[in-house]
């Protein structure tokens, strides 16, 4: 299937739920019911940009009464699509005679989107949409509370740390309080001998202590090191399984091969057998034959070959085809032989005359045509190298041109016989996107403004090679007209409209061009504006103010105040 699928990019910030400029119930005397945007459901990604872009939201639906009262519903300011029960309506205003003017299509009956959606259904799965959101903040909740009491326990931890190192502290000065209070206690030794000596199983109990805590860290050790020998056995396995799926794949390509090799030596065999076959039966065709030209000589079965035979039979062909031709020749000179006459020879005689005369005619003409080819190939290297010469440097222009843009261009010197000298042509081949290859510029591929783009940039590669005081480019959103080329890019939308200003301004404002007239009735915001630049702004229309009552300073002081506001 050859299918072309658009793709939109939704506005940052929603349109769906936009309200309309005016409420329905102020239009409902021209039987306005609805809005467009109510009479069908949509994503709400895909309504915010056809609220966006199309201002769905803002388009009336009327009926039979609306129809009926078209004419008075078309001279409302703020009416600019509607629609019937049949019928779209579409209201243009002049901005200069502030005329009106309309134009109206049929609605066509609905081919594509049109499967209904069942409500029950729908219901239930926003019913059980509700209840997994439901669940699913239950969840968050629960996620909450656990990390909050991750985050007291690590806070109690904390404290804990903490009321560890005052114990230590604490040990510390212990110890050195019992190191002076031992001095004392020498004087003691003997009446405390039937008493436990608590120095010594603390000693005896921090040893084991020190003992327990060598034996987990050897224990954790050899987990780690057991994880990594386990890491480093799981890669050499998906090595072997990579390695035993690449062998396997070999091995059956080499049994089809074996496979393939066994049945064509089956048929070698075969083929071997039938020419051996036939073989045989050449060599006793043969002998037949070598017997049967024995006998027609007169000679045994087994007498050799005489010299003149041998060297008669030399001078014969090898192969039986080319000997049934000599015998048919020899035949027709036989045959023609019979009732030979002298007018016979006279004619033939004429004849290889004639034949000769003929002959130096070709000769003539021969030449004749080779000289001719020989001055029509010099008139061709004069003039195609010169014009592949002047087609290159429009190629350079106009791949430059593209080139700026981040995409492909070029021109060529195109033609599918290179004799025939009136099918001789420009091809031009674009490409506008980096995953497609170049397509000759035609309806089929580009779009209406890619088309626009690439023949504009391909015209300012030709009026870089023409010299001319000055240019003009008139309204180069709907029609472009430059001075001796006339052109039409109707259509071209802004991304292209951007693009080629941006290659007239930097082409205009070299300083070996020609100087440009550049005339449009609107520009695109934020365009790229270059010193060489002079701007002139034209104000006409029947509600202009006087030039006298013009006040170009209370204009831009109102203006700035509006963007503040704004």
Known sequence: ????????????????????????????????????????????????????????????????????????????????????????????????????????????????????????????????????????REIDEQ??????????????????????????EQKGKRRQLEQKISTKQDSLKQMEQNVVDLKKVEEETKEKIKAVNLLKVTIATAIVAQMKLRAKLTME?????????????????????CRESASEFKTLE?????????????????????????????????????EDLRHAFSKLPDTLDEVDAMLNEERSRAECFTGLSESVVEEYNRRE??????????????????????????????????????????????????????????????????EEYDKYGIRIRVKFHSSTQLHELTPHHQSGGERSVSTMLYLMALQELNRCPFRVVDEINQTSIYVCVCFVSQGMDPVNERRVFDIVVRTACKETTSQYFFITPKLLQNLQYAEEMTILCVHNGPHMLPPNEWDKTAFTRRRLQRKARA
């Not at 996620?143 to 230590?168: F, G, I, P, V, W």
């Open 1 to 136: 299937m050859n299918l072309r699928v658009n793709s939109i990019s939704a506005p940052p910030e929603s349109c769906s739920r936009r309200a309309p400029s005016r409420n329905i119930e102020s239009l409902r005397r021209f039987g306005f019911f609805t809005y467009l945007r109510e009479m069908f459901d949509a994503p709400d990604e895909v309504m915010s940009y056809l609220c966006f872009q199309y201002k769905v939201h803002d388009v009336p639906v009327g009926n039979e009464q609306t129809k009926a009262l078209i004419k008075t519903v078309i001279e409302e300011p703020y009416l600019r699509v509607l629609y019937t029960t049949d019928e779209r309506y579409t209201v243009k205003r002049s901005f200069y005679s502030n005329k009106i003017s309309t134009s109206n299509s049929a609605v066509h009956v609905s081919q594509y989107l049109s499967i209904t959606v069942d409500a029950e259904e729908k219901r239930q799965v926003e019913q059980q949409m509700k209840a997994c959101a439901s669940r699913l």
């Open 143 to 168: 996620m909450k509370a656990l990390q909050k009491e991750a985050a007291s326990l690590d806070r109690k931890e904390n404290e804990l740390l903490s009321e560890k190192k005052r114990l230590s």
């Open 237 to 257: 396995k998906v090595h072997l399984a990579l390695e035993m799926a690449g062998l396997t794949a070999e091995k059956s390509k080499l049994e089809n091969d």
């Open 270 to 306: 075969q083929r071997c057998s039938r020419l051996e076959q036939r073989k045989v039966q050449l060599t006793e065709q043969c002998k037949g034959l070598l017997k049967r030209a024995k006998s027609n000589c007169r000679m045994q079965p087994d007498e050799a070959l005489s």
């Open 353 to 418: 005359q004639e034949i000769k005369h003929l002959e130096r005619e070709l000769q003539k003409k021969t030449e004749s045509l080779n000289a001719y080819r020989q001055n029509i190939s010099e008139a061709k290297e004069r003039w195609l190298n010169p014009l592949k010469q002047l087609v290159d440097q429009i190629n350079d222009k106009f791949s430059d041109f593209f080139r700026s843009m981040q995409c492909a261009g070029e021109v060529d010197l195109h033609s599918e016989n290179e």
